[in-house]
């Protein structure tokens, strides 16, 4: 009885995955409202207040060598482990690969490249705004401070602001930011929030980030899935020449139909010529002419034909010996008569 319950199941799901999908025409792209403005502007000074904060040594400095020094992996060890492995999930190679898969799926469905296209838009500011501010600002992580007390920067590191962070926002975000639903959105919103805020706090209490780097990273996310939507039209845009490049070599690539083979002529009726006494002559029948056959090229030299040809092996010909055997082209001699 379970088993006839799992396989109902089982055909109404492939029964659903097997329908003709068509594009959802309720799918809404976000705008840049007013709303988004004002969210974009507050994040953009949180960003900026955060980076000056740093600059000057301020009390955030200070704190930052507080967390630094209470070491909270030697405080809670045994959640080493288990942070050791959540961190993976604001990493950039294994998070793009599974949220890519899903976008894919989610574009065959919707006959719609827009959410692979907007995930690498995203994933492309991404790489750009926090890679220049990295690499800007050069600043050092807790395992390699130098100076007890200084902000650590220009001095060639890479760590602010944390890029696991800012991935974390921008890879588990782009699914609200492209859910079909306001209840979907909702919930996948909670959930990425959840998410990148775990991520940040545990680079953190692994060491390896100070605490104003995850604050910077948490608002360099945000501002790249609030400004995503001016980039929607160069989305749609990019969109469209992909589909028109695709029909264009499917075209290029169709097999011409044959040319028409032209008919040959009618037969013409033949009327037979009458002898002098008026008797039509009797017609024989002609036996159909072969087509000429190609000439042969041979090597130049001697040649023999075929029937002339005697086989040999590595021993010697393979006919037998006969005492009445002539060679070609002699006649037998006749016996006398009366012999």
């Known amino acids: 009885m379970r088993t006839e319950r799992m396989l109902r199941r089982l055909d109404r799901v492939f029964t659903r995955l097997d329908r003709e999908p068509e594009r959802p025409a309720h799918i809404d792209v976000p705008r840049m409202s007013r709303h988004r403005v004002v969210l974009l502007s507050a994040t953009l000074a949180f960003y900026a207040a955060i980076v000056w904060a740093v600059v000057v040594s301020s ?27 959540y961190v993976v999930l604001g990493q950039r190679g294994p998070t793009a690969v599974m949220v890519a898969a899903w976008l894919g799926w ?18 492309l500011l991404l790489n750009i705004t926090v890679g220049a501010a990295k690499y800007g600002m050069g600043r050092l992580g807790p395992h390699y401070a ?29 699914l609200a930011y492209l859910a079909s639903t306001p209840r979907a959105r909702r919930w996948l919103s909670a959930l990425s929030a959840v998410t990148s805020l775990g991520v940040g706090l545990t680079t953190v209490y692994l060491g390896t980030h100070w605490l104003s780097d995850v604050l910077l990273g948490w608002a360099a996310g945000l501002l790249i899935l609030l400004a995503l939507p001016w980039f929607e039209p160069l989305i749609a845009r990019t969109e469209t020449a992909i ?3 695709r029909d264009r070599r499917r075209s290029s690539r169709a097999v011409p139909a044959p040319a028409p083979v032209p008919l040959a002529a009618p037969p013409r009726a033949v009327t037979p010529r009458t002898t002098a006494d008026g008797e039509a002559p009797v017609l024989q029948p002609v036996a159909a002419t072969r087509a000429a056959r190609p000439p042969v090229h041979l090597a130049p030299g001697p040649h023999t034909t075929r029937a002339e040809r005697t086989p040999v092996t590595p021993v010697g010909s393979r006919r037998p010996p006969h005492p009445d055997r002539l060679p070609r082209g002699t006649t037998p001699a006749r016996p006398l008569a009366g012999g």
């Open 59 to 85: 009390w955030l400095v200070r704190l930052d060598w507080q967390v630094m020094f209470f070491r909270p992996y030697q405080q809670w060890p045994q959640i080493h482990a288990f942070l050791d492995y």
């Open 106 to 123: 989610r574009s065959w469905r919707q006959h719609t490249l827009r959410p692979l296209l907007a995930l690498g838009a995203a994933l």
């Open 243 to 245: 589909l028109d490049l």
């Open 146 to 174: 130098t100076v007890i007390g200084s902000n650590e920067m220009w001095r060639g590191g890479d760590i602010f602001p944390s890029g696991h962070t800012a991935n974390a926002v921008v890879t588990w975000g782009i």
